[in-house]
């Protein structure tokens, strides 16, 4: 008889399935098991090409590492626990002590925070610029500058950089290149064509696209993925779960589909919106009336679910009533880039104790377009705003 124990560490598995499954499997592993030391000793010289441990690689985010890479026209690719996590795996990876960073004025939250409140503790300084401005970035320039960090669109007011402008004088100087291209997803901008070094996305928008998964990557030329593995990535351990990798590669079948779907709704919103007597201004980079829409149209092929209003309105009372009647249809949430249409409305952060009022008034709201019809969002804008 067959040792129980034996039964129950090691029979039937190892038979693998004898078609290829349509659907990837989810390889809920840790680690992985080889037969010969000189495969194993393989695994160990070039992790990142094999499957040794997960922390490092697995063969679920293996293939969505593939994916991001070829969607970003990149060599290479990482896939991290949050979009985060990329930046600072990103980040960290081009400076050491003494260095200074250039970044663009008003970058997302938690950028801010590393490169304002926790680079300093390690001395590296970052100098924050007009992005529109090159002029502003020469200005900023140092000796020691290492790394020029970019968002653009950022996911707010959309402020653009021009991309192949920033990367020529950054090849130049020796600097490093980083975009945050969250905003456009790599179906609407692909900055390695401009000559971006590293491309780091916040995937919990766009690319998982159902709001269930928080994930984050960086894409670039395989020499600096590489040390990014070997040296940040593998230390810090902010890996993503097989089960979170299997689920981004199910949303990624229909990315185009909801890119589109985002990007054709918004403009039909905002061309109604823009209209409306109650609307001050509408920010949005797909349109004739944002001041950089040139450069938007050379440099990216759409602008997807984002956009902002300012309103007309005489108090916070007013705004606030307006925003919680919207809130059927648009409720209030972070984030973005799921199935669901979202607001978040300046005037939350007014009035918070211990809290300085923010720099846009309490007038501005920045909204997300999902997957609804553009005439169930324009119903409730009109409702909502018929008693404004
Ligand atoms: C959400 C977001 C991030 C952070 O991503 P997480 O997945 O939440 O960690 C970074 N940049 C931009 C532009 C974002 O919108």
């Known amino acids: 008889m067959r040792d129980w124990t034996d039964i129950l560490t090691h029979l039937g598995e190892h038979d693998l399935p004898k078609a290829l499954p349509i659907v990837p499997p989810i390889v809920q592993s840790s680690n992985f098991a080889y ?6 000793r393989a695994a160990f010289l070039q992790e990142l090409d094999h499957h040794l441990y997960t922390r490092g690689n697995n063969p679920t985010t293996d293939i969505l590492r ?4 070829a969607l970003e026209n990149a060599e290479d690719a990482l896939v991290l626990s949050s979009g985060s996590a990329a930046i600072a795996v990103s980040v960290l990876g081009q400076v050491q002590a003494g260095d200074h960073i250039i970044c663009v004025q008003k970058p997302y939250a938690w950028t801010y925070k590393l490169l304002e409140n926790f680079l300093p503790r390690f001395e590296i300084e970052t100098t924050f610029v007009d992005g529109r401005d090159l002029a502003a970035i020469e200005a900023a320039y140092r000796p020691e500058t290492r790394l020029l960090f970019l968002e653009s669109p950022n996911s707010l007011t959309y402020e653009l950089q021009d991309l192949q402008a920033c990367a020529q004088w950054a090849q130049q100087r020796g600097v490093t290149t980083i975009i945050d291209n969250s905003y456009c997803s790599p179906i609407y901008q692909n900055p390695i064509d401009y000559g971006i070094d590293l491309v780091v996305h916040s995937g919990t928008k766009y690319l998982g696209g159902h709001s269930d998964v928080v994930f984050g990557a960086i894409c670039g030329k395989r020499a600096m993925i590489h040390r990014l593995f070997e040296s940040e990535f ?22 185009p589909l909801r890119m ?32 950089q829409y040139e450069l938007a149209k050379q440099q990216m092929r759409g602008a997807g679910g984002l956009f902002s209003v300012q309103f007309k309105a005489d108090s916070i009372e007013q705004m606030e009533a307006l925003c919680n009647r919207l809130s059927a249809v648009f409720p209030m949430a972070v984030s973005w880039g799921g199935h669901e249409s979202l607001q978040v409305p300046t005037c939350v952060f007014y009035n918070m104790p211990d809290r300085e009022a923010p720099p846009l008034p309490y007038t501005f709201v920045r909204y997300y377009v ?8 324009l119903k409730a804008f009109e409702e909502a705003l018929h008693h404004l």
């Open 370 to 377: 999902g997957l609804e019809s553009a005439d169930y969002l």
């Open 66 to 69: 593939q994916k991001l890479a």
């Open 35 to 40: 037969h010969s030391v000189a495969d194993f």
């Open 260 to 291: 589109e779907r985002c990007f054709e709704t918004t403009q039909r919103v905002v061309a109604q919106l823009r209209q409306h007597p109650k609307v001050e201004r509408i920010w949005y980079p797909w349109d004739d009336s944002f001041e």
């Open 234 to 255: 593998m230390t810090l351990g902010t890996c993503l779960s097989p089960n979170d990798a299997w689920l981004v590669l199910r949303s990624l079948r229909t990315l």
